[in-house]
């Protein structure tokens, strides 16, 4: 498998000299794909990177050592074409592939062509894919391991048939209202929608249900209680291919705007130790039962009576796995190559899971993205002038972007992941303070207005994490009123800059500016009259 | 001190933005402020779109010498004098450039605040409206042809 010529009574698998994968190529892009190729890096692995016209010549393309063009620039173009990827992987001779997060990754048919043409699938098996992204089929999974799920139903609901509106009316009446018509297929909060009283239930059925086969190509919905206030908190899970499975402690990502997280720390806020233990106990259950292995995340909900709901389980690695390492000083990705190359779990791995029981340090990440967040975080690409992130103790910027880079339109907009950690929760959100005051990006509307006001928000900073819901974004920030007060600002910048004449007036020259003055105040007119 | 004017620039999103009021008094706090300065040669109007980054929100504000703002003005003004004395008001070119496009013909009604005409200079468009309602008695650009400062464009009686 790893086409490496050892000395003979030498164990490909447990030398740690050798890498688990000569070559492996990255179906992905932006800031996960260069994450993957440094820890091949670190590994002595070779990396292919596979690329679309939008990304010609991007930062994970430089960064490897072949790159494979897919095709133009959509999705459906590019890094969603399977055979291209999989006719690229054997082309430049890879071993594995590594999908990533989003695109192929959770595709179950992608897992099993990648095995089928002889290559190695960096994740959780095919078989378990398919039955977990049925969120039906993982309900009814994690039910059957004596898992707490949110009630519901466990079958699809009927949709327009007027002869089994009985049955549905009363199994909703039994749920109880208000509840969540969900998309069996479903991810993202699309296919979903909210229900109030019976009468209002064929027609959500009937919408969810065009809405998730239009997204997903499936038209399975079904009925889940909405469970609101709750927070949002999931466990990372790491198995082997021998049905091992470990808990590598909970990420709480309870602030999130239309079911996008926005922010996720590790580990939860105001947990207890026996509640900790519990979660992570349940979403082993879970795993083991849908035959999981490699890396996984298994998501809850926590209601205000302190119960955990089981949600979904994401069979992959999550945009916001970073935080698990910082805490328990793994590399997550370096884990998965070398469970992918058939290695049991490691022993760093068993003892960060023991470690997750009584967290020592806390880490929190916030993401930017290229949208403005004045405008209903409505996407905002575009070229990068200056990109300058924070460094120092405590920090960690995952990104993909250069200075001069462009944003395409294409994908998503999340640019960069910015994560902090330290002893406590105040002391890593005083250092995600620290760095997001250090960032400094032109060319692009991102969200950093609304990160920067994230961390300074006293209720976010409440230690008991009683103030975090999924509801936060919207009862506390309103991005119009603050984009208003800093255009004042800018304005009287902006005077002063056409005053002095200087081709670039940077922030260290901030000392010498007069633009507080009377002098300045004469000069700022208002124009258009 | 020169004086300055500054005004958001068309490809600002935001079309609510309030007219700019002048900061506080206080601090500004450290790191939350990038002027990028022009981000583009000025335009033949004299006028300068500058980047500004305050607290992570992204503005380009167009900064106009005061002297050549007021000089613009007066060729507006010169022909509101026009019209005052005679009954004709006539539109006069106030930046050097190509008539990008003609939103009026003769005969027409228009009122205060109207776009009679766009006149075009390094990329940017500059739309000349109506400084009061009338009727459109000559239109004497059309679109493609260079027009010099002063240069009459529209007579409203």
Known sequence: ?529 | MRKVRVSSAPSTAHADDPTFALPSDGPVPAGHLVVQGPIGPPGSDGKRPIEVVVDGWRFVLVVEDDARAALRERATRSGDDVGRGGGALEIRAIIPGRVASVAVTPGDTVEAGQTLLAVEAMKMQNELRAPRGGTVSRVAASPGATVEVGDVLVVLE
């Open chain 1, 1 to 529: 498998m790893t086409g490496i010529d050892a000395a003979p009574g030498v164990s490909l698998r447990k030398d740690t000299r050798i890498p688990p994968f000569r070559r492996i190529l990255i179906a992905n892009r932006g800031e996960i794909a260069l994450r993957i190729i440094r820890t091949c890096r670190d590994l002595g692995v070779e990396v292919v990177a596979v690329y679309s016209d939008a990304d010609a010549g991007a930062a994970h393309v430089s960064a490897a050592d072949a790159a494979v063009r897919l095709g133009e620039a959509p999705a459906g173009e590019s890094y969603l074409r399977a055979d291209r990827i999989i006719d690229a992987a054997l082309a430049t001779g890879a071993d594995a592939i590594h999908p990533g997060y989003g695109f192929l990754s959770e595709r179950a048919s992608f897992a099993r062509a990648v095995v089928e043409a002889g290559l190695v699938f960096i994740g959780p098996p095919a078989d378990a894919i398919d039955a977990l992204g049925d969120k039906l089929a993982a309900r009814r999974t994690a039910a059957a391991a004596d898992v707490p799920v949110v009630p519901g139903t466990f079958d699809p609901a009927p949709v327009d048939r007027a002869d089994a509106i009985g049955d549905i009316a009363a199994a909703a009446e039994g749920i109880g209202f208000p509840l969540l018509v969900k998309a069996a297929a479903g991810g993202g909060g699309r296919g979903m929608r909210r229900v109030e009283t019976g009468l209002e239930l064929p027609a959500a059925l009937t919408a969810a249900s065009s809405e998730a086969r239009a997204a997903f190509g499936d038209g399975a919905v079904y009925l889940e209680r909405e469970v609101r206030p709750a927070r949002h908190i999931e466990v990372q899970l790491l198995g082997d291919a021998y049905g091992d499975v470990v808990a590598l402690g909970e990420r709480d990502c309870s602030v999130q705007r239309r079911h996008q997280k926005l922010v996720e720390e590790t580990p939860a806020p105001g947990l207890t130790a026996d509640e900790r233990r519990a979660l992570h106990a349940m979403a082993v259950r879970a795993a083991r039962a849908a035959g999981l292995s490699n890396a996984s995340t298994a998501e809850f909900l926590f209601d205000r009576h302190r119960r955990f709901w089981f949600l979904e389980v994401n069979a992959r690695l999550q945009v916001e796995h970073g935080v698990t390492e910082l805490v328990t000083d793994l590399d997550l990705v370096a884990e998965q190559l070398w469970i992918a190359a058939g290695r049991p779990l490691s022993d760093r791995a068993r003892e960060a899971a023991a470690r997750a029981l009584a967290p020592t340090r806390h880490a929190i990440e916030v993401r930017l993205a290229a949208e403005d967040p004045s405008r209903e975080f409505a996407p905002a690409p575009g070229r990068v002038g200056t990109w300058a992130m924070p460094s120092g103790p405590g920090v960690r910027v995952d990104t993909a972007i250069r200075p001069g880079d462009r944003v395409p339109p294409d994908y998503d907009p999340m640019i960069a992941k910015v994560m902090a950690v330290a002893g406590a929760r105040r002391e890593a959100i005083a250092v995600l303070r620290r760095a997001l005051d250090e960032i400094e990006v032109t060319g692009i509307q991102t969200t950093l207005p609304f990160d920067r006001a994230l961390v300074r928000d006293e209720q976010f900073l409440g230690d008991d994490g009683e103030e975090l819901s999924t509801d936060w974004v919207a009862e506390h920030w309103d991005g119009r009123a603050d984009r208003r007060r800093a255009l004042d600002v800018a304005a009287a910048a902006a005077a002063h800059s056409g005053i002095a004449h200087k081709p670039s007036l940077r922030k260290d020259d901030r000392p010498n500016w007069p633009w507080r003055t009377a002098g300045l105040a004469a000069a700022i007119d208002r124009w258009p009259r």
